[in-house]
């Protein structure tokens, strides 16, 4: 492995009498995934190339509103969805952020010129999750474990994936798009 493949652990503060969590990460490349269903992060992840993970489905059930800030390096928020029902009513939202992060200027490094900010509201009945993102270049959204965006390629798959899953009283569940 690389010294640019590496994979530092960021470290994490607590901040302020509400107990919302504040994560800074090192000058590595970080991969930063928020766990919490209960918290609102404020995550600053310092330079390098840091990826984001960010499961919808966690932030939902929390109604948290997260705030990434990338800093220097090609930064990635990674958008995780479990099934392809989780995924499409946010299909849109996610274009729209998507065709943002395209349309922002990049210097010769691919890193974002100036302080370029993006809110995106995920909302599913009765919760909504804020996710907040500024210096950040590439957004990657997964369901089911297959990729099917990331703007640094130019790849939004309008349909996702079939995404079998096992393990339910011993029989297997398709669920799909189509």
Do not use: C
Not at 86 to 101: E, M
Not at 117 to 136: D, I, P
Not at 142 to 159: P, T, Y
């Amino acid at each position: 492995m690389s010294t640019s493949d590496s994979i530092t652990t960021p470290t994490f503060k607590i901040l302020g009498p509400d107990g919302n969590p504040v994560v800074v990460g090192s000058s590595g490349n970080d991969i930063i995934e928020l766990s919490g269903t209960s918290s609102s992060y404020l995550v600053n992840a310092g330079a390098g190339s840091d990826v984001l993970i960010y499961e919808v489905s966690k932030h939902l059930a929390g109604e948290t509103s997260t705030t990434f800030n990338g800093g220097s390096g090609t930064d990635t928020v990674r958008l995780v969805f479990e099934t392809t029902e989780a995924w499409l009513p946010f299909k849109d939202a996610i274009k729209t952020f998507y065709n943002f992060l395209l349309s922002l200027k990049t210097n010769a490094s691919g890193e974002v010129s100036g302080n370029s900010k993006y809110t995106l509201v995920l909302e599913s009945g009765t919760h909504t999750a804020t996710l907040t993102v500024s210096l950040t270049e590439v957004l990657q959204v997964w369901v089911g474990g297959v990729e099917i965006v990331n703007s640094q390629i130019k790849l939004f798959d309008e349909a996702a994936p079939s995404v079998t899953i096992t393990g339910l009283g011993g029989s297997d569940t398709t669920v799909s798009s189509q």
